[in-house]
């Protein structure tokens, strides 16, 4: 099993940044794919970003390319997001995944562990 938990969320203004940390304890995650994914209410989980096992792969989600940034620390078990130029529509609960199998994916459906989520509020 692998838990994880997400810390660095809260309420700023649009234009602010954010740096979001997801620390796992467990089954070690170094050769796994993360993600991080948001769900605002009303709305459907969203990918937002994933890294590969390495981190030399990353891919974004097309509303935070040039805005976020993953990244991870191996010797940590942590991932992280910065958010920079934060708007009001990234106003939503965050959360971070583990993929469990081989390669990247930006669906819901093919991450294994979860955490329990961290909310981010933007106001205008």
């Known amino acids: 099993q692998i838990q994880l938990v997400e810390s660095g969320g809260g309420l700023v203004q649009a234009g602010d940044s954010l740096r979001l940390s997801c620390a796992a304890s467990?089954?070690?995650?170094?050769?796994?794919?993360m993600g991080w994914f948001r769900q605002a209410p009303g709305n459907e989980r969203e990918f937002v970003a994933t890294i590969s096992w390495s981190g030399v792969y990353t891919d974004y989600a097309d509303s935070v390319k040039g805005r976020f940034t993953i990244s991870r620390d191996n010797t940590k078990s942590t991932v992280y997001l910065q958010m920079n130029s934060l708007k009001p529509e990234d106003t939503a609960v965050y959360y971070c995944?583990?993929?469990?199998?081989?390669?990247?994916?930006?669906?819901?459906?093919?991450?294994?562990?979860w955490g329990q989520g961290t909310q981010v509020t933007v106001s205008s």
């Open positions: 995944a583990v993929r469990n199998k081989a390669g990247n994916s930006n669906s819901v459906a093919l991450y294994d562990y």
């Open positions: 467990g089954r070690t995650v170094t050769r796994y794919a």
